[in-house]
């Protein structure tokens, strides 16, 4: 695993709205870890000290938001909505939380390619977890996002695909189907069922020319081996594609990333 170190000045207040954010009171961290590439920063100090970040997957897809807050312990999972500032932009999501061996709160959300684009402009983000509030000086973020394209570049690399033929790509693998047909309620492992197991998977299906998928990788696992493993079984049984294809019409292999939620009915 290596480290990387992204030297940037401390976001200084600059509005007034701002003056009640946590302040950055660390560098940017890049993490080239196996399936994504992971970017923190630490806000705020003392008691209010965060450590709020993304991890990131190319082309932005199904990315997610991080905030570590050290020896709390709150809800588990449940609503999550983002003010966006300048511009008071909204994004909901849901958020899970894991519980680290330092006692430490990480809890996980959903981010979309859209929603990034809105993030990495920001001034000031405000967060709302199930009703606990953190506002956060984000000033910069724009470069700390920019500066993980080594990273990202790193791991399509790794998935064999070239990242100059991402570039080039004029289509991405589309589903034959609806995709929201792949997995029925049948499917839900038993022994989840009865333990109560439920939580997403965030998953990568590498792609071949003629819209096969050849292999399945966990990304983002929910927590649980069996939903895990169900997933990726599922998703090499079912899913289908119209191949990717580049600027001339030509079909490329590529690779197809998505999220899949398991939710117990009660």
């Known amino acids: 695993m290596t480290l990387t170190m992204i030297g940037m000045a401390m976001a200084a207040a600059s509005a007034d709205k701002a003056a009640h954010a946590l302040q950055p009171s660390g560098q940017w961290t890049l993490d080239y870890s196996e399936n994504s590439c992971v970017l923190t920063r630490p806000f705020g100090s003392g008691d209010e000290q965060v450590t709020f970040g993304f991890r990131l997957l190319p082309n932005m897809l199904a990315s997610d938001g991080l905030l570590v807050q050290p020896k709390r312990r709150g809800a588990v999972d449940g609503r999550l909505l983002m003010r966006i500032d300048p511009g008071s932009a909204r994004v909901e999501s ?13 809890a996980i959300f959903g981010i979309d390619a859209d929603d990034m684009e809105k993030i990495a402009a920001a001034q000031q983000i405000e967060l709302n977890l199930a009703g606990r509030k953190i506002a956060l000086a984000a000033k910069g973020m724009d470069k700390a996002i920019a500066a993980t394209k080594a990273c990202l570049d790193d791991l399509l690399t790794t998935w064999k695909i070239d990242p100059a033929i991402n570039a080039n790509v004029a289509k991405r693998p589309r ?5 929201g047909n792949w997995v029925t309620d049948d499917d839900y492992p038993s022994g989840s069922v009865v333990a109560g197991e439920q939580g997403s998977v965030t998953f990568r299906l590498d792609i071949d020319a003629k819209g096969t998928p050849s292999g399945c990788t966990v990304v983002a696992g929910s927590g649980y081996k069996a939903l895990n493993e169900a997933t990726c079984e599922l998703m090499m049984k079912r899913a289908r594609f119209r191949p990717a294809e580049l600027a001339d019409g030509a079909p490329t292999p590529y690779f197809y990333i998505s999220r899949f939620t398991w939710r117990v009915a009660y």
């Open 94 to 106: 849901r958020f899970r939380t894991l519980q680290g061996k330092d006692g430490a709160a990480i």
């Open 175 to 179: 589903p034959v189907g609806t995709p």
